[in-house]
């Protein structure tokens, strides 16, 4: 895990006392609110529906059980006892008073925590594949990367104030657990012959216009990345368009220039930097990489045998992953129990993960886009007992990939931009699909759940989405079939009209009616199933005889 250095603690500190300035000349009335959005902007401050809500940075979704339990306080202490883990992996906190954010971002500064760029038209958090140099079928450990890109990208002025906000992903797995054909720029690592590089995604994204990143180049060396990166950006920044919010992102640019045309005026930019002041050199590269090192794991017992718990065996079936190192393995949270937000933890929840970390993951922790947690290192002789810890908690709930195991934006009960509730929505399929029986009958399942049309809680890659609606002052959700965010990216597609609220869960069911009558078998999930039949037969079935 990176630490920072004296100059990284003196750069976000010194960015804190600004802060707290700014946010006093608003409060004696020296700045206007147009005047404060961008300042409050920049550092993670955002105006919502009922209050402000903070943005932490959780760079590459990778925590510490210290900066947990900090989390934890000043959830209780400025806020209501809670925080969201979000699908860019950060945490947001929903209630802080403006006077005392100036506080929490120091608070943060002592556990080397921010919440610069996290918001705003910059280059926003590095994400990641949150089993970043835990898996077997990576080509490298993508978190180094993460950090040099974060590195360049903080504060970098030519990029502050781009046309529209910016995300990165990096994953380097032929796996994507990262989503990075739906960023602005996706890296994946690969191998060509003997020398690692990577292949690059432009132009993915979602919200209004979604879509799928297409490869702009299949090998960057290690070296050039910057360069190019900083080729992306510099096209971008002079070409993306200002005069509309909407046609503003970078997806936007590349659909109309199309990626050939983009492309060359990428390669011509790529020319002015190359061997130059941004080349990587392999001392820098190699110093990084050592923050990202393994902890020591030594194995104790070589063979395991646990009792005969079905709540315990679910468990190990749905949320407790191979680790590359024999031993081990890799334990997932589910942020998604019945009744409460997807993503949400309550303080005391923060404390136990974090203690639980400290006892048996080395103090590590990492946040998905799911909306998950993940202990990285548990020895397999104590998975019995890190179980029975989260379930005290309720933590223990094996749904990993499952129907309730739902993405959800705050929807109308946090966001003014919102057009209808998302969390009710979800809070009902946990409680109608809350049988792990029924469940696993169903197989694995993604469902995303937006309140409006930005695409918070991406319902575009879900592979049943829901778009929540405003028709005639009412509440309604529009349904999407066989969207991904995975290495075979697709973009759902519309099954028709949309639904009141008393008649969405019914169309789901119908759904997934349709889906057991023609999966091969068993192991076929919903997802093969549609790629197979494709979209006519759902309708049928939901929409005759409605």
């Not at 906190?93 to 929490?104: A, E, G, H, R, S």
């Not at 890109?149 to 995300?167: A, D, N, V």
């Not at 997932?332 to 937000?341: A, C, E």
């Not at 990216?489 to 519309?494: H, L, N, R, V, Y």
Request: glycine share 6%; charged share 25%.
């Amino acid at each position: 895990m990176y630490k920072y250095s004296d100059k990284d603690k003196r750069i976000v500190k010194k960015r804190v006392e600004q802060f707290r300035f700014q946010v006093e000349r608003r409060l004696n009335g020296d700045l206007t609110e147009d005047e404060f959005k961008p300042l409050r902007l920049m550092n993670g401050l955002y105006l919502q529906l009922h209050a402000y809500m903070l943005r932490v940075a959780i760079p590459y979704g990778e925590l510490s059980s210290k900066q947990m339990y900090k989390l934890a306080d000043i959830a209780d202490k400025y806020d209501k006892g809670y925080g969201h883990f979000t699908t860019r992996q950060n945490i947001q906190f929903n209630w802080p008073k403006l006077t005392d954010v100036p506080q929490i971002l120091l608070d943060l500064s002592e556990v080397e925590m921010h919440a610069i760029q996290t918001s705003g038209n910059c280059i926003r958090n590095i994400s990641s594949d949150h089993f970043a140099g835990i898996c077997d079928d990576e080509v490298e450990d993508p978190r180094p990367w993460c950090e040099i890109i974060r590195k360049w990208s903080t504060f970098h002025p030519e990029f502050s104030f781009l046309p529209r906000k910016f995300k990165i992903a990096v994953t380097g797995s032929s796996v994507d657990r990262a989503a990075i054909k739906f960023h602005d720029i996706g890296l994946k690592i690969v191998k060509q012959k003997n020398d690692i590089g990577f292949e690059v995604f432009v132009g993915g994204g979602q919200g209004r216009s979604p879509y799928v990143a297409k490869q702009i180049n299949n090998f960057v060396k290690q070296k050039d990345l910057l360069n190019y990166l900083e080729a992306i950006l510099s096209t971008y920044n002079e070409l993306g368009r200002r005069d509309n919010i909407y046609k503003a992102r970078i997806k936007i640019l590349v659909h109309e220039l199309g990626i050939d045309k983009f492309k060359e005026l990428v390669e011509f930019n790529f020319l002015k930097f190359k061997d130059k002041r941004l080349d990587l050199g392999s001392k820098f590269i190699n110093q990084t990489k050592e923050f990202f090192n393994l902890p020591n794991l030594k194995i104790k017992q070589s063979s395991v045998s646990f009792p005969g718990d079905i709540d315990f065996n679910n468990w190990l079936m749905r949320n407790v992953v191979k680790h590359k190192i024999k031993g081990y393995s890799i334990v997932l949270i589910s942020l998604k129990q019945n009744g409460k937000p997807p993503g949400d933890a309550t303080s005391d929840q923060m404390r136990k993960i974090a203690a639980i970390s400290q006892e048996f993951s080395f103090s590590e922790i990492r946040v998905t886009h799911e909306q998950n947690l993940v202990l990285p290192h548990i020895e397999n002789s104590k998975l019995l007992e890190v179980w029975e810890q989260l379930k005290k908690s309720g933590l223990a709930t094996p749904n990993l990939g499952f129907i309730s195991d739902t993405i959800c934006c705050p929807g109308m009960d946090y966001c003014a931009l919102a057009t209808a509730r998302s969390i009710p929505i979800s809070n009902k399929i946990s409680e109608k699909y809350k049988n792990f029986n029924k469940q696993n009958d169903i197989g694995n399942l993604k469902i995303k759940i937006s309140g409006c049309i930005n695409a918070c809680g991406h319902h575009h890659v879900g592979n049943i989405g829901i778009l929540g609606l405003e028709r005639n002052g009412r509440e309604s959700y529009q349904l999407t079939l066989g969207g991904s965010a995975d290495e075979n990216a697709s973009i759902g597609e519309i099954l028709g009209p949309s639904f009141q609220e008393d008649k969405l869960m019914q169309a789901i069911e119908k759904i997934l009616i349709v889906y057991k009558e023609n999966r091969k078998n068993e192991n076929e999930d919903f997802l093969k199933v549609y790629r197979r039949i494709g979209i006519s037969p759902f309708k049928e079935g939901v929409y005759d005889n409605t």
